[in-house]
């Protein structure tokens, strides 16, 4: 009995060794599958969207306020003077001696108001936008105006000269949204860009070559030798010999 029990233990030992090898076989014969060709369309996407969001909820919010200012004519001036005026005043309005008039009222240096204002203007219309931007929104407007008091006071000094004068048409007020975009917007353009850039680099990247085993063999040309046949002359050179014999 002790004998058969042996044998019966041995057995299923053998069976479960045997079992063991069969799945490490099949583990080793599974293989991962490559990923598709179009991965890195939805990656791109994916970080530019990432990268988007974090720079809509990190970025601090920045404000904008306009003033306008328009370039009003004398009796003795034409319009389109006036309109010439307003293209030249908006070009010196972020000039040194305009921001040198405007920095006292706005509260900060020189410098730092180059960088937070612009001028914009029309060519069909006499009229100059001025517009302060900064983290404050009382800031923005308070750079916007004092700009434009500036561009008004310098230029009304020539008026007798260019028969030309500029008057605030309006005033910039505190704006109570911010001019930045939000973190959905910021997600969006960064999803579109990931996007375009993912396309762009499936079109440029090179095309991947085929394995040795998987090129198809190369069939040579069937070429029919056919006898060389003695030339018509050497035929007749032939006959002749033999008779000469």
């Not at 499936?202 to 198809?216: H, I, K």
Request: hydrophobic fraction near 40%.
């Amino acid at each position: 009995m002790k004998a058969d029990q042996k044998r019966a233990d041995q057995k299923k030992a053998d069976q479960r060794k045997a079992d063991q090898k069969r799945t490490d076989r099949r583990r080793r014969k599974v293989r991962l599958l490559p990923p598709p060709a179009w991965w890195p369309l939805p990656a791109a996407a994916v970080l530019g969207l990432a990268a988007g969001g974090a720079y809509g909820v990190l970025k601090a919010p920045e404000y904008a306020a306009t003033s306008y200012v328009v370039a009003v004519p004398d009796d003795t001036t034409e319009p389109a003077t006036a309109l010439g005026f307003a293209q030249a005043y908006a070009r010196i309005a972020t000039s040194s001696s305009t921001l040198a008039y405007a920095q006292p009222r706005a509260g900060i240096s020189a410098g730092r108001l180059r960088t937070q204002v612009r001028a914009e203007t029309s060519p069909e219309s006499p009229m100059i936008a001025i517009t302060g931007t900064s983290k404050s929104a009382t800031e923005a407007a308070d750079i916007a105006n004092a700009v434009a008091d500036a561009l008004s006071l310098s230029s009304n000094q020539a008026a007798k000269n260019t028969g030309v004068q500029l008057l605030l048409f309006n005033q910039a007020v505190a704006p109570s949204e911010p001019a930045s975009p939000s973190a959905a917007i910021s997600g969006a353009v960064g999803l579109c860009a990931g996007g375009l850039l993912g396309g762009l680099w499936l079109l440029a990247r090179p095309t991947a070559r085929r394995r040795p085993e998987e090129r198809q063999p190369v069939v040579a040309p069937v070429v029919e030798e056919y006898a060389s046949l003695p030339a018509q002359g050497d035929h007749t050179d032939t006959k002749e010999k033999e008779s000469v014999r």
